[in-house]
Nanobody
Framework: QVQLVESGGGMVQPGGSLRLSCAASGRTFSTYAMGWFRQAPGKERELVAAITWSGGRGYYVDSVKGRFTISRDNAKSTVYLQMNSLKPEDTAVYYC??????????????????WGQGTQVTVSS
């Protein structure tokens, strides 16, 4: 069992930066692939970024490539999402999630086993 708690959300002006953190409980964090999803009002939840258990491979949705960076610190059982050059269309509730899928980067919400409660990110002038 894994419990995930996100932090770091807030309101920022366009072009600004935020770093989201997701702290995990449990001793098996290092065995999970991790992902960051977001959901804006009236839209489906989408995968923003994901990272393998070792941190060796990552995935980004096209709209955030070059602006967002996912990373993890297995010693601290924490995954991060550094978000730079934020745009109003990045406004959403951001969720971290953990997956037991091995060998590939899980790209679908159904492949994730545990979810955090979400943190709001608002990009507005």
């Amino acid at each position: 069992q894994v419990q995930l708690v996100e932090s770091g959300g807030g309101m920022v002006q366009p072009g600004g930066s935020l770093r989201l953190s997701c702290a995990a409980s449990g001793r098996t964090f290092s065995t999970y692939a991790m992902g960051w999803f977001r959901q804006a009002p009236g839209k489906e939840r989408e995968l923003v970024a994901a990272i393998t258990w070792s941190g060796g491979r990552g995935y980004y949705v096209d709209s955030v490539k070059g602006r967002f960076t996912i990373s993890r610190d297995n010693a601290k059982s924490t995954v991060y999402l550094q978000m730079n050059s934020l745009k109003p269309e990045d406004t959403a509730v951001y969720y971290c999630a953990a997956s037991t899928v091995a060998g590939v980067i899980p790209n679908f919400a159904g492949q994730y086993d545990y979810w955090g409660q979400g943190t709001q990110v608002t990009v507005s002038s």
